[in-house]
């Protein structure tokens, strides 16, 4: 297990990066699952820094790291009061296509094999099966 606690400032997200790559590493994951841990993790820590904890460098993000059996779960959370993560807008119908965000957690939803929400939308956990 790998644990990693960042301020919410922006320039931490490659403190993530660091963890990202020591966990793959450290399981051989293949380079196209890297790439979607690598955009689906960071975008989760975004989404901590700027939506909950809003870039308050006060507030922590902690980042937990488990692998059970054939699974690596990335769980982040926030110091922030959460979302409502059953009502999101839909990043491709028409209307939303040209807004600026919205995007992140559809990404981790299709980058992901799983991804759970707890503590009201403060805490997720992205799930990748390893496939060998």
Do not use: Q, W
């Not at 975004?46 to 790291?65: C, D, T």
């Amino acid at each position: 297990m790998h644990t990693l606690e960042i301020l919410s400032e922006i320039d931490k997200i490659s403190e993530v990066e660091a963890l990202i790559d020591k966990v793959c590493s450290d399981h051989s994951v293949n380079e196209d699952l890297y790439g979607n841990i690598l955009i689906a993790v960071t975008e989760a820590t975004n989404n901590a820094i700027i939506h909950g904890n809003h870039k308050e460098s006060s507030k922590r993000v902690k980042l937990n790291v488990d692998k059970i059996d054939k699974e690596i779960i990335f769980s982040v959370e926030d110091e922030g009061s959460g979302f409502d993560f059953n009502d999101l807008p839909d990043p491709t119908a028409p209307e939303n296509i040209e807004k600026p965000d919205g995007r992140g957690i559809f990404l981790m939803k299709n980058l992901s094999d799983k991804i759970e929400f707890f503590e009201n939308g403060s805490k997720v956990n992205i799930t990748f099966v390893l496939h060998e």
